[in-house]
T-cell receptor, first 108, second 115 residues
Framework: DAKTTQPNSMESNEEEPVHLPCNHS???????IHWYRQLPSQGPEYVIH???SNVNNRMASLAIAEDRKSSTLILHRATLRDAAVYYC?????????FGSGTQLTVLP | DAGVIQSPRHEVTEMGQEVTLRCKPISGHDYLFWYRQTMMRGLELLIY????????DSGMPEDRFSAKMPNASFSTLKIQPSEPRDSAVYFCASSSRQVRGTEAFFGQGTRLTVV
């Protein structure tokens, strides 16, 4: 699976949008971009995934750069319950390779 | 569905003892994954099964680790003998109709402490 690079940590204020960046410059043409998050003391939780086009679901939006070398996970209104480690993964869903992720802190 | 169910949630054992971790995937899912999470190494894929058959066990750290899936609704990860460095949280996950983008559902994990 292709390697991804994410900031170690980010902060956001409650009820404001959050943009979590991810670089995946070695992504191949058939690799999907997956985002998972892990809340404290829980297993990872699927957030969203995409291939080329931007994607929206009830949890978040995924903006994928035209060259697919980077993407941004967008939480439209951060809540305290969104505080978690967010993992960006590129590759096959059969072998999700988790990096160190971004620790998101949401400030009240 | 209750989701992926792992047992036990916590396990404390003495070095040298055998440890068995259990997982019940979501009904109908045909892929099952075992992960290990430590502070030092993060989340690591140990092994995954498709239709009860082990497909890739390259992440299994050594021969002390073994995993089985006797049927579609049950899998075990066994460590024999256990060592303190095996202390970690072990996660089981399952997914269905595996295409490259299908989401995986994770269990709550088993926290293993080997003393």
């Amino acid at each position: 699976d292709a390697k991804t690079t994410q900031p170690n940590s980010m902060e956001s204020n409650e009820e404001e949008p959050v943009h979590l960046p991810c670089n995946h410059s070695t992504i191949s043409g058939t690799d999907y971009i997956h985002w998972y998050r892990q809340l404290p003391s829980q297993g990872p939780e699927y957030v969203i995934h995409g291939l080329t086009s931007n994607v929206n679901n009830r949890m978040a939006s995924l903006a994928i750069a035209e060259d697919r070398k980077s993407s941004t996970l967008i939480l439209h209104r951060a809540t305290l319950r969104d505080a978690a480690v967010y993992y960006c993964i590129s590759g096959s869903a059969r072998q999700l390779t988790f990096g160190s992720g971004t620790q998101l802190t949401v400030l009240p | 569905d209750a989701g992926v169910i792992q047992s036990p949630r916590h396990e404390v054992t003495e070095m040298g003892q055998e440890v068995t971790l259990r997982c019940k995937p979501i009904s109908g899912h045909d892929y099952l994954f075992w992960y290990r999470q430590t502070m030092m190494r993060g989340l690591e894929l140990l092994i995954y099964f498709n239709n009860n058959v082990p497909i890739d066990d390259s992440g299994m750290p050594e021969d002390r680790f073994s995993a089985k899936m006797p049927n579609a609704s049950f899998s075990t990860l066994k460590i024999q003998p256990s060592e303190p460095r095996d202390s970690a949280v072990y996660f089981c996950a399952s997914s269905s109709r595996q295409v490259r983008g299908t989401e995986a559902f994770f269990g709550q994990g088993t926290r293993l402490t080997v003393v």
